[in-house]
């Protein structure tokens, strides 16, 4: 990863839930604008207003990548065993929190939220 591809306080956060992810009782959700699809049969394909909730059971294989925070997800609550790999590129990334009570904001940049998709006009 490239020291400009990622904010240093945001990416400190991202390292702190990945270390949490260790322990079964910490959760966290990371919220961003959007996030793409790396599935395959699913590649490009792009969700807006993405919340992803991350404990040790609904994601696996997080990594930090130039692209965004890539990891594996169950995004289907009807079909658990059905696991997408996607990316949240950081650029889009305006919360993360933990989940433990009590729960907290662990990075926030409201000034990212809602940013404008790509066929949006001024």
């Not at 270390?19 to 009782?25: I, K, T, Y």
């Not at 395959?40 to 040790?56: C, K, L, S």
Request: aromatic content about 8%; overall charge negative; some cysteine.
């Amino acid at each position: 990863m490239t020291t400009n591809s990622i904010e240093s306080e945001l990416a400190g956060v991202l390292q702190e839930v990945i270390g949490g992810l260790s322990n079964p009782d910490n959760h966290y959700t990371v919220l961003s604008n959007y996030y793409d699809h790396l599935t395959p049969g699913r590649v490009g394909e792009r969700w807006y207003m993405a919340q992803i909730w991350f404990n040790t059971d609904t994601v696996s294989d997080v990594e930090l990548t130039d692209e965004g925070l890539v990891c594996s997800v169950r995004l289907n609550e009807r079909d658990r065993d059905q696991i997408s790999r996607i990316v949240l590129p950081y650029s889009q990334i305006w919360q993360v929190q933990s989940i433990n009570a009590p729960s907290l904001d662990l990075y926030c940049r409201t000034d990212k939220r809602h940013m404008k998709r790509p066929s949006d006009k001024d």
